[in-house]
Nanobody, 115 residues
């Protein structure tokens, strides 16, 4: 069983930056494919960025060039560096760890982009 805890969310002005962290415990972190998802009110949860156990990275088109995902297997932590934030980026951000049919989710961290 893997426990995931997100942190780093908050209120930021448009154009600002935030760094989210996802700390994992209870499993072999390095074997999991990891992802950041977000869900805004009234909208479905969507994949923002992913990084596989082998380091392959993908981004949603809406965040390409602004967000950077990374992982530190020695620290059992995944990061999401978010720059040039827009109001449309406002959502609860969740981290996910998956391997085959196994899926784990964090509790989420709120990101609000507003002036």
């Amino acid at each position: 069983q893997v426990q995931l805890v997100e942190s780093g969310g908050g209120l930021v002005q448009p154009g600002g930056s935030l760094r989210l962290s996802c700390a994992a415990s209870g499993g072999i972190f390095s074997i999991y494919n990891l992802g950041w998802y977000r869900q805004a009110p009234g909208k479905p949860r969507e994949l923002v960025a992913s990084i596989t156990s082998g380091g392959i990275i993908n981004y949603a088109d809406s965040v390409k060039g602004r967000f950077t995902v990374s992982r530190d297997n020695a620290k059992n932590t995944m990061y999401l560096e978010m720059n040039s934030l827009k109001p449309d980026d406002s959502a609860v951000y969740y981290c996910n760890a998956e391997k085959y049919i196994i899926n784990f989710w964090g509790q989420g961290t709120q990101v609000t982009v507003s002036s």
